[in-house]
């Protein structure tokens, strides 16, 4: 089995890398590869797309890599690939996003990406560290993972899903924010899984378990 991590020089793939590879390597997962190469994406058993930064920025990346994002959704789309989105790379799957200005995302998720918003004046944006995680839906990917287990945040902005079944998780920060959605072979975590001790690395060794 095989899992891209897409590099599309939009994300911190050295953490997110040596997480992947080490609960593949504890789980019996198979080999992990992060990657640009639009064959490579095209023929994984899994595909994970991070991404660090604006919104706008990191579409235009991963659609100016020549043929990875059309590798992706095929893939995704068509051949129902488990895909895991993780923090920008989770908004990329909203159908706008509202950063700077409008931009079209993959449409995998109906709704928009809109900037936290707390209604207590005193909590900082970005929304950065430690954060309860509040379940929503039950979900493979979170086997062995309750409401209250911590997860590490860093972004400003966060998913407004049109479905509230769409929503899998969230925390409270002066309200609710998405910290994971999803439907059918995709999963969207807005927190950094690999910066998030056990809790993190489970979701990730069950999502390299995780059979749609």
């Given at each position: 089995?095989?899992?891209?991590?897409?590099?599309y020089e939009s994300?911190?793939?050295?953490?997110?890398?040596?997480?992947?590879?080490?609960?593949a390597?504890?789980?019996?997962?198979?080999?992990?590869?992060?990657?640009?190469d639009a064959?490579?994406?095209?023929?994984?058993?899994?595909?994970?797309?991070?991404?660090?930064?604006?919104?706008p920025?990191?579409?235009?990346?991963?659609?100016?890599?020549?043929g990875l994002?059309?590798?992706?959704?095929?893939?995704?789309?068509?051949?129902?690939?488990?895909?895991?989105?993780?923090?920008?790379?989770?908004?990329?799957?909203?159908?706008?996003g509202?950063?700077y200005?409008?931009?079209?995302?993959?449409?995998?998720?109906?709704?928009?990406v809109?900037k936290?918003?707390?209604?207590?004046?005193t909590l900082?944006?970005?929304?950065?560290?430690w954060?309860?995680?509040?379940?929503?839906a039950p979900?493979?990917v979170f086997?062995?993972?309750?409401?209250?287990?911590?997860?590490?945040?860093?972004?400003?902005?966060?998913m407004?899903v049109?479905?509230?079944a769409?929503?899998?998780?969230?925390?409270?920060?002066?309200?609710?924010?998405?910290?994971?959605?999803?439907?059918?072979n995709?999963?969207?975590?807005?927190?950094?899984?690999?910066?998030s001790q056990?809790a993190?690395?489970?979701m990730?060794?069950?999502?390299?378990?995780w059979?749609?």
């Amino acid at each position: 089995m095989l899992t891209a991590i897409i590099d599309y020089e939009s994300g911190n793939l050295h953490s997110a890398h040596k997480a992947f590879e080490r609960m593949a390597r504890e789980t019996g997962g198979g080999e992990v590869v992060v990657t640009g190469d639009a064959a490579l994406v095209a023929r994984a058993d899994r595909i994970v797309l991070p991404g660090d930064g604006a919104f706008p920025a990191c579409m235009a990346q991963l659609k100016g890599h020549s043929g990875l994002c059309a590798a992706m959704i095929e893939a995704v789309e068509e051949k129902g690939r488990p895909f895991m989105g993780i923090c920008v790379g989770m908004q990329l799957m909203a159908t706008t996003g509202r950063e700077y200005t409008d931009t079209p995302g993959l449409g995998w998720i109906a709704g928009e990406v809109t900037k936290i918003a707390p209604a207590d004046p005193t909590l900082k944006v970005p929304h950065m560290g430690w954060n309860d995680l509040i379940l929503d839906a039950p979900h493979p990917v979170f086997d062995g993972i309750s409401s209250g287990d911590h997860a590490y945040f860093v972004h400003s902005y966060h998913m407004a899903v049109d479905d509230p079944a769409r929503r899998l998780a969230h925390v409270g920060y002066g309200g609710d924010v998405t910290a994971v959605t999803g439907r059918d072979n995709m999963i969207g975590l807005q927190f950094h899984p690999e910066k998030s001790q056990a809790a993190g690395l489970r979701m990730i060794a069950n999502f390299l378990a995780w059979r749609p």
